[in-house]
């Protein structure tokens, strides 16, 4: 679809801009300057990975961009829908008259955001993992906007949004050439929001800098307090939102002379109050607040109208920290990480094979994460013995990498040439260093083997979306015949399942080829284990499986 879109774009392009001087940036360094002050005590980047074009034209620079999508049909219909409603008219005279400081720019400053294309892609892609491509329409808040990119993409989604922030001329006009709403409102300490005409349901803040207080001599930074983030969560609870409704932040991370981590209090406090966080990427999330106050600590949904109310969570969420597949995790990601790291600045996001979505999991440094060493515990803890595991659309092979690491026979199937590519890479490499043996993993180009396998296997998918409908999805579930046993994730099994009627459907059609549903995980972000009807497997989970359930799991009826 991306390449087929691409081609159209060409036509009636304006004559091409003769080629400007490229400014690189490492994913890695998260940006926290709004108005380029103090921008040369900034690091230098020594790992170049991203090339900004901000004078590039407009149609060929999403052309260029929009390629990277070429296996990832969903996020490039949001893209091309954001590109499709600029007028180039407007990019053109926002490159005129920004031209001497998009010629020559600091790679941390503002000026890198006028590169339209990248951010738009960028942000596609964020927006979709934060489920906001999904659902009904929202009003949303975007406290911090910056130069709007999230903003517009959401709003090409059929969201209403207003964006606040300090007066950034660079940022006032983007947002002026994407035609989002930017309010000059600074978010200060302690100082309620003013009103702006419309209450909303959903409210972000993502890599805020507000929350800096001052910069001190020794290199350290004074941030806000958990009572100043209460007083502005509640000034926003209160005034700004209607019920039930959201708020999503991704910190920024607060940064002193040892170095930088999310704010570790903040994190606790909103844990206590019925947030969902991810400790690792500084996420939080207050889901359905159903009433204008902040709740005490503990406080439970029932006391009282209103509040946040706590969320249901699993009684044992967290993976064993001695588990042997924590370290051997943590091992496979570093080895990836700069392997891969590598591969994207010598051959670019589509030869080798990380697109966009791959690019933008490496800025956040890592790619063998929490999910894949809690799949390999389940593996090891909680089910039966298999002869082998088959990764169905494994993308870069981190959990095949992971499972042959941990001494298993794998077969990774993944039908993107580019992607086997990079799985085969990782592969010679961890050989290379003796982390995999030899032989240990079969890679394959299609979404999952094709013919009878050799011994018992079990089918694994934490992300097997590969088509957008039912009808498409039920034409491929005759696939997973060969196997005697899958562990999926429902709501990302062979399309995007996020309503249970969906996820209803998907059991209906594997029960419809064979297997029946045994047990829901919780960890590795909810898992459902699968085995085939005729089969007793429950069997080899007894004895000293029988404390199954304290270790994150429910037996599934029926």
């Known amino acids: 679809m991306a390449a087929a879109i691409r081609g159209d774009r060409a036509e009636g392009a304006s004559p091409p801009v003769p080629p400007k001087p490229e400014r690189r940036l490492s994913l890695a360094l998260r940006d926290d300057v709004q108005s380029g002050k103090a921008l040369a005590s900034l690091p230098k980047v020594a790992e170049p990975m991203v090339t900004f074009k901000p004078l590039s034209d407009f149609r060929e620079r999403a052309a260029e961009v929009g390629v990277a999508f070429a296996a990832d049909p969903q996020t490039a219909e949001i893209y091309w829908r954001v590109i499709d409603a600029i007028d180039p008219g407007r990019v053109a005279g926002l490159q005129e008259k920004y031209r001497a400081e998009l010629t020559d720019f600091h790679p941390a400053g503002e000026f890198k955001y006028a590169d339209l294309p990248y951010w738009i892609a960028h942000k596609a892609v964020y927006v979709r993992e934060i489920g906001l491509d999904r659902g009904p329409p929202r009003t949303i808040l975007d406290i911090g906007m910056g130069a709007g990119h999230f903003a517009a993409v959401c709003q090409a989604l059929g969201h209403t949004v207003v964006g606040t922030d300090i007066a ?51 290199g350290n930074r004074e941030h806000w307090s958990t009572d100043d983030w209460r007083f502005f969560l509640k000034d926003i609870i209160e005034h700004h939102m209607r019920f039930p409704g959201v708020i999503f932040i991704e910190l920024n991370a607060n940064k002193n002379a040892k170095g ?35 709740p005490r600590k503990g406080q439970k949904a029932a006391e009282g109208a209103g509040g946040i109310p706590p969320l249901a969570r699993p009684a ?6 001695r588990h042997p597949s924590v370290d051997l995790a943590k091992r496979l990601d570093a080895e990836l990480t700069v392997l891969h790291r590598g591969r994207l600045a010598e051959l670019g996001p589509t030869a080798s094979g990380l697109y966009v979505h791959y690019q933008t999991i490496l800025e956040r440094g890592s790619l063998v994460g929490r999910r894949e060493a809690e799949a ?22 981190e959990l095949a990498l992971l499972l042959a690491a941990g001494g298993r026979k794998v077969i990774a199937c993944e039908p993107d040439l580019h992607r086997r590519t990079a799985i085969c890479a990782g592969l010679n490499h961890l050989e290379h260093i003796g982390l995999i043996s030899p032989g240990a993993l079969t890679v394959l180009p299609t979404l999952a083997p094709q013919g009878p396998l050799e011994g018992r296997v079990l089918g694994m998918g934490l992300d097997v979306v590969h088509v957008r409908d039912e009808a498409a999805a039920a034409a491929l579930m005759a696939q997973m015949r060969v196997f005697d046993a899958l562990l999926v994730d429902l709501r990302l099994f062979l399309r995007f399942r996020e309503q249970p009627q969906d996820k209803a459907l998907a059991v209906a059609g594997l029960q419809g080829v064979g297997f029946e549903r045994r047990r829901d995980f919780v960890l590795a972000g909810g898992l459902a284990w699968f085995s085939r009807a005729e089969t007793q497997l429950l069997e080899a989970v007894g004895g000293e499986r029988a404390g199954l359930e304290d270790r994150g799991t429910q037996a599934v009826n029926g």
Do not use: N
């Not at 200060?188 to 001052?214: A, N």
């Not at 044992?316 to 920290?321: E, G, H, I, W």
């Not at 515990?377 to 595991?389: H, M, S, T, V």
């Open 168 to 218: 950034v001329p660079v940022y006032d006009d983007i947002c002026a050439a994407l035609s989002v709403d930017r309010r000059i409102e600074p978010t200060k300490r302690r100082e309620p929001l003013p009103g702006l005409g419309v209450k909303f349901d959903f409210v972000t803040v993502i890599w805020q800098v507000f929350h800096i207080v001052s910069y001190l001599p020794d």
């Open 260 to 294: 930088e981590s999310f704010d570790a209090s903040l994190m606790e406090w909103s844990l206590e109050r019925g947030a969902r966080i991810d400790e690792t990427r500084g996420r939080i999330l207050f889901d359905k607040i159903s009433g204008p106050r902040v």
């Open 316 to 321: 044992t969420p967290r993976l064993d920290p």
């Open 376 to 397: 390999l515990y389940l593996i090891d803890a909680d089910l039966p013995a298999y002869d082998a595991y088959a990764v169905l659309r494994a993308g870069l092979g």
